[in-house]
């Protein structure tokens, strides 16, 4: 599937900027972003519910800007389910089929099929109201793949369920998905969601991607701004770029304090204006010397602490969060999170300590 040039207003609004975009077959791809970015719409374009006022929908190498919905080749699952209420399961799931004139028989022996397929075996004769919220899902998933679309396509379909269930039917449908090979986009404004079971993301914002890659680069490798701020937690440092290192760039934070990082794109110059990005299960937190510290005295934001690689600062808060502890720790940059694993040792309130990462797990880009 090829989405080329896609542009897209309404109400006056463009929604959709410039969409490019080209999928492999048998790939596994979201659009991941906020409300309002214009990832339902791109949906919704590519199921042929919307007509894009400039660009192209190819699939197969085939223009299908202009083909009705109906014409595509394309299963979809919605947030709301849409299951025909006075349809049994079995018949919903086959209604595809039925609407494609298959016989009788094959639509029974098919559903049967599926059933199995979405672990609903004996409830092919239930009714939706009978069903709890993840088998009404697993339903709809059934019927948008029995009839072997080129495109599956996935509105938000977990958003109506709770964490746990929500968890447990993503893990379900990524692996379904890789089973049956078919081609899939997911919609969600979920990051877990979309790292958990994605081929590759496109993050999106006003209408535009951001950045498309896998998980992991979108994750460590964030960029834009908004792109780092969106995916996940992060820790946000300004700085100046301070020259080359053996393992990534030098950072210089707080006015005094060298730390590094891996740059995104081309590297920066010496004294530009930098940020950095750093996730909170990358940052190490330790003990700073006593020599630095003044023995109990407030941590030093002068010079002789640049000695000790990191950014030094004070334990402001940690926070319990079960299989993880949350450190807050203030700096002369501003407040850094770290989260340590478990069974790690907890500095304790007041404490003073070096915040550190090693450059490989941190990213650099000019300042926006």
Known sequence: MVLKGIHKSLGGKEVV??????????????????SGCGKSTTLNMVAGHLLPDSGA?????????????NRR??????????????????ENIAFGLRMRKVGAARRSRRAAEFLELVGLDGMGERYPRQLSGGQRQRTALARALIVEPDLLLLDEPFSNLDAQLRVRLREEVGALQRRVGTTTILVTHDQDEALAVSDRIAVMAEGAIHQLDVPETVYLRPATDFVAQFVGEVNVLDGTAAGAAADGHRCRIGGTHLVTATPVG?????GES?????RPEAVRVRALPEAVSGKGGPATTSAP???????????EATRFLGTRVRCVVATAAGRVEATLPFGAEVPG???EVICAWQAQHASLTARP
Do not use: C, K
Request: hydrophobic share 45%.
């Open 17 to 34: 900027r410039g969409i490019d975009l080209t999928m492999e077959p048998g790939e596994f791809l979201t659009l991941l972003g906020p």
């Open 274 to 278: 930098v940020r950095l990005y750093v």
């Open 266 to 270: 081309t590297a920066p110059g010496d």
């Open 73 to 90: 080749s394309m299963g979809m699952v919605f947030q709301s389910y849409a299951l025909f209420p006075h349809m049994t399961v079995a």
């Open 349 to 351: 309130l007041g404490e």
């Open 57 to 69: 929908v190819e699939v197969d190498g085939r223009d299908i800007t202009r083909l009705p919905a």
């Open 305 to 315: 602490a640049a000695a000790e690689p990191g950014l030094p600062g004070t334990v």
